[in-house]
């Protein structure tokens, strides 16, 4: 059998039950307390986690996830029944899956990036920094494969009680094999595809909320993140980065097994943290960490060791993510923050305090379950009205097992038999089930929406679904716009705390100097490909660099690119001025409504109609119209390789409407419609 390994320093695999460390893991009495603390918070918020709740239709959180995941995955199972019963139909339709596919169609091609806008110490807004800003953001959402996650996200809100996301800057080491001086050498290296800023869908059974009645991810009193992740990659991670009395901690890791009896858990959690290895899971590891906001402290637990400062640990080991804000002495600071973005589908508290939402699937449940329910029905009618099996008279006794399409029984003389009759039953069960289907289009959306064309549908009939549909993603369209603001944020808090900052190069020792990021980042404006440098420099900080200084460098930096024809654009940047500047994300629902159910297209081309009209026209700039509604809308690249050379506006005009006004002409307007453009 081949199957993954973990490996230990010299690159060897690791048996998944012998220790790498021969020592014992002994923690400190604070880590001890810590533990503790960690273990009390852990289990109350599982037992939330395991609790029946109103909300949900008294289940429990995850009682409800896993009736909605089987809900959106017409999930069937596997149930014993005799062989008698056997013919029974046991299929289930798709309709509250397709549903949830045609929102998801809808709402992924609506999907948005964060606009980010920008204020300088002065308060006022800075235009420039917010393009760079937007820039960078969408450069590390992108490498985060940001358009993937998005559709899952989308999912994950449509089907589960919540969607989490989380944002978060990793660095990690990856171990590399060298040959030198005629031998292999292991080696460490950053690793460039785990380093940087990463957002992960997190499933909501990873993620503990400290408190259900808390809607606010930010003010929830703590919270608990437990994932189950590969031993090489926990240890590309966390090795290397602690250590006890001289010993690795990474070395007591044990894969496949999460041992915390050491630490002092009681027989009555073992069930929750001590996870006996299974053959699946001999290569992987448990890792917790608990975030306790108001305390700033985040403590990481790996198959029950503590990663993190050993020396007073309740005060040495803050917030990783933080946000830059002002004390109250009007200093910079950084402030800790969850590194947690949540939405849902719906609201299910009109107060605003549960946590959690309602999904599609569990809006659609019972609809779902009902016509479910007629169509086994329906179906075995059907079946029995087709093979027909034979009621029987002048027998002693029949055995009910005779009720099987197609039956036959042998009888004796004189006996009678008379077929099943279906009836109006048949009838009944269809009808209800129309009724179901329209119930669960008004309830999520309508089969026009989904693309489903069907026969005598009326005008009237189309333009209420799409009503329906702008209802629907009203609320969704709010919802995915206050996920994709708080990943912003969380997405420029990093980049202002790791992007900004710089690091000591010493390739020259003998004229150290701090060196900063250069970011290369490819975007599309006004449909031209344009590639954008953004390079972050402390000489603007120096008190030398004047006014004027920074505008030759501007107008170098112009020339340099191309000018007006530039394919390229070169930022120069503060990063002390760029990391105190405030910044607002915002996302605006109506867009991606309008994305989503196709309106945005219908708009600009109702726009297009307008400004090229006879009487709107001549106020307008022709060539300026073209480039944006046509040039930019239907070329790829570059739009200025298709326009005319040596073109104006008269060329422009002569060659769509025959000609331009001339000097003293009648120049028509909404006011005098019925003067009509002259030819020259």
């Not at 997190?202 to 994932?227: A, C, E, N, S, W």
């Not at 290397?240 to 027989?267: H, Y």
Request: hydrophobic share 40%; net charge negative.
């Amino acid at each position: 059998m081949i199957s993954n390994s973990a490996t230990g320093t010299d690159g060897n695999p690791v048996d998944p039950q012998t220790k790498i460390s021969k020592k014992s893991y002994n923690p400190s009495d604070d880590v001890k307390k810590l533990w503790e603390k960690v273990l009390i918070d852990y289990v109350n918020a599982y037992n939330l986690q395991q609790r029946p709740f109103d909300e949900f239709d008294q289940m429990s959180l995850l009682q409800r996830m896993n009736q909605d995941q089987q809900t959106f995955a017409a999930f069937v199972g596997a149930n014993f029944e005799p062989a008698d019963k056997s013919w029974r139909w046991k299929g289930r339709k798709n309709t509250a899956r397709n549903k949830i596919i045609g929102i998801l169609a809808h709402v992924i091609s609506g999907m948005l990036f964060p606009m980010v806008y920008a204020y300088n110490e002065e308060n006022k807004e800075d235009e420039l920094t917010a393009r760079v800003m937007r820039i960078l953001v969408e450069n590390h959402l992108k490498k985060a494969n940001y358009e993937m996650k998005f559709l899952f996200m989308m999912c994950s809100a449509l089907v589960n009680p919540a969607v989490f996301a989380s944002v978060e800057y990793i660095e990690a080491c990856q171990k590399i094999k060298t040959k030198k001086d005629g031998k292999w050498v292991i080696e460490e290296a950053v690793d460039e595809l785990l380093t940087g800023i990463n957002l992960d869908l997190i499933p909501v059974d990873q993620l503990l909320l400290g408190d259900f009645y808390t809607f606010d991810i930010q003010k929830q009193p703590y919270i608990v993140r437990v994932r189950r992740i590969a031993y090489d990659q926990a240890k590309a991670i966390y090795g290397g980065k602690f250590t006890q009395d001289g010993e690795d901690l990474f070395n007591f890791v044990r894969p496949g097994e999460i041992n915390t009896a050491g630490l002092g858990a009681s027989r009555d959690y073992q069930t929750i943290f001590n996870i006996d290895f299974t053959n699946a899971d001999a290569n992987f590891v448990q890792e917790i960490t608990v975030y306790y906001k108001s305390e700033d402290l985040q403590a990481t637990f790996v198959g029950g060791i503590f990663f993190g400062n050993q020396e007073d640990v309740f005060n040495t080991n803050p917030f990783k993510k933080r946000r830059i804000t002002t004390s109250k002495k009007g200093e910079y600071i950084t402030a800790p923050v969850y590194p947690f973005a949540k939405t849902g589908f719906e609201p299910i508290d009109p107060n605003g305090r549960f946590a959690y939402y309602k999904s599609a699937a569990f809006k659609e449940y019972w609809d779902d379950a009902s016509q479910n329910r007629m169509y086994q029905l329906a179906q075995d009618g059907t079946y029995l009205d087709v093979f027909k099996p034979m009621f029987l008279s002048g027998v002693a006794s029949i055995d009910s097992s005779v009720m099987v399409p197609g039956a036959t029984i042998g009888m004796p003389q004189g006996a009678s038999a008379t077929p099943y009759q279906l009836g109006p039953n048949l009838q009944a069960a269809l009808q209800l089930m129309r009724v179901n289907q329209d119930d669960m289009s008004l309830s999520t959306q309508d089969a026009l929406q989904s693309g489903v064309a069907e026969k005598g549908i009326t005008a009237t009939a189309s333009i209420k679904a799409e009503q329906n549909a702008k209802v629907i993603m009203n609320v969704f369209s709010t919802m995915v716009a206050d996920l994709v603001r708080q990943i912003g944020e969380l997405t420029v808090d990093d980049i202002l705390l790791y992007t900004t900052t710089g690091e000591i190069d010493a390739s020259i020792p003998e004229n150290l100097k701090v060196k900063y990021k250069t970011i290369r980042a490819r975007e599309k404006e006004g449909g031209k490909d344009i590639t954008n440098l953004i390079e972050f420099s402390d000489e603007m900080m120096f008190p030398n660099y004047t006014k004027e200084k920074a505008e030759e460098k501007e107008w170098e930096l112009f020339t340099k690119n191309g000018g007006m024809d530039a394919k390229s654009y070169e930022y120069v940047v503060n990063p002390y001025k760029f990391a105190r500047s405030q910044f607002n994300v915002y996302v605006d629902p109506q867009q991606i409504i309008s994305r989503s159910l196709g309106t945005d297209q219908l708009r600009k081309e109702r726009a297009f109609v307008m400004l090229t009209n006879p009487i709107v026209q001549p106020y307008v700039d022709m060539a300026a119209v073209v480039d944006k509604f046509i040039l930019q809308e239907y070329t790829d690249g570059d739009p200025g390789e298709f326009k005319a050379k040596q073109q104006n506006e008269n060329q422009l005009a002569n060659a769509m409407f025959g000609g331009m006004p001339q000097p003293n002409q009648q120049i028509p307007s909404p006011m005098n419609p019925q003067i009509a453009p002259t030819t020259s």
